[in-house]
């Protein structure tokens, strides 16, 4: 028997987690690391709300959730090996120009 | 026994996690957030959902953080140490934010608004999760499916040839 609120607080805390190293990190790599460490804690969230409801659609959230990250983080690398091209740099700092 | 299983790899899930995010060198990082990504699975079957484990050890834990690891490695960001890193200054934000945040976290554990609301024992066949992926779910199959479409288009309009005199 696990306690509902303590699954709850293992995907919040790793949300925060996740949000630290967004702030903490100026490098793309490790800030997109953050997000995937994010969308970890809410579909920890999604399969523990299944389990106590005793429904399906929480683990089928969490699948959809997979094949979305999936897709986000080819777009995002993509755009990594872009902007490596484009400056030699991956720190966020320096891509603050909008000229196109 | 399950519940003690659960706060082990619950704990092991949030310690690599943040000693991935302490970590400096990238490929360093992206190890540990395999391991806890792997504490994750277990999680996952523990709170009776095999499949989703499955698929969190080969999507996550397999393509994506691979993934991770060739970008790191074919631009050679390993050996080459991220520049010094926020001042106090910068951090002050940084450390407010989260600690108000994880302290909430933990006085919502203590004071336990949930009280003895526990997940029972409870187990999803493969086989009722596809069928219901694929019946009342198959809509949203479908957008996604069109969504991996555009992520894989948009990534080879990112990855083309740099236009001659913009590739420092």
């Known amino acids: ?100 | 026994m399950t519940t003690a299983l659960f706060y082990i790899l619950g704990f092991t899930m949030l310690a690599a996690t943040l000693l991935c995010i302490t970590r400096r060198n990238p490929v360093h990082a992206v190890i540990y957030l395999v391991a806890g990504l792997f504490a994750l699975a277990l999680m996952f079957y523990l709170l009776g959902a095999p499949l989703v484990a499955a698929w969190q050890v080969i999507v996550y834990a397999g393509a994506i953080m691979v993934l991770f690891l060739f970008i790191i490695m074919m631009l050679g960001l390993a050996p080459q140490e991220v520049p010094e890193g926020p001042g106090w200054q910068r951090w002050g934000p940084l450390v407010l934010l989260s600690s108000s945040i994880m302290i909430c976290t933990v006085l919502l554990i203590l004071q336990d608004p949930l009280a003895g609301k526990q997940i029972g024992d409870f187990y999803l066949a493969p086989q009722i999760l596809g069928e219901a992926l694929f019946s009342r779910y198959a809509l949203a199959v479908e957008i996604v499916s069109f969504q991996l479409l555009f992520a894989t288009i948009g990534a080879y309009m990112l990855g083309r040839p740099l236009p001659k005199g913009e590739d420092q």
């Open chain 1, 1 to 100: 028997m696990i306690p509902f609120g303590h699954a709850l607080a293992f995907a919040g805390a790793l949300f925060v987690l996740g949000l630290t190293c967004v702030l903490l990190h100026r490098q793309i790599l490790m800030i997109l690391i953050g997000v995937e460490i994010m969308l970890n804690g809410a579909s920890l969230v999604f399969v523990a709300a299944s389990a106590y409801w005793r429904q399906v659609d929480g683990q089928v959230f969490a699948i959809l959730l997979m094949a979305v990250t999936a897709a986000e983080v080819a777009v995002a690398l993509a755009m990594v090996v872009y902007l490596w091209r484009r400056k030699r740099t991956l720190v966020a700092d320096e891509f603050n120009g909008m000229h196109g």
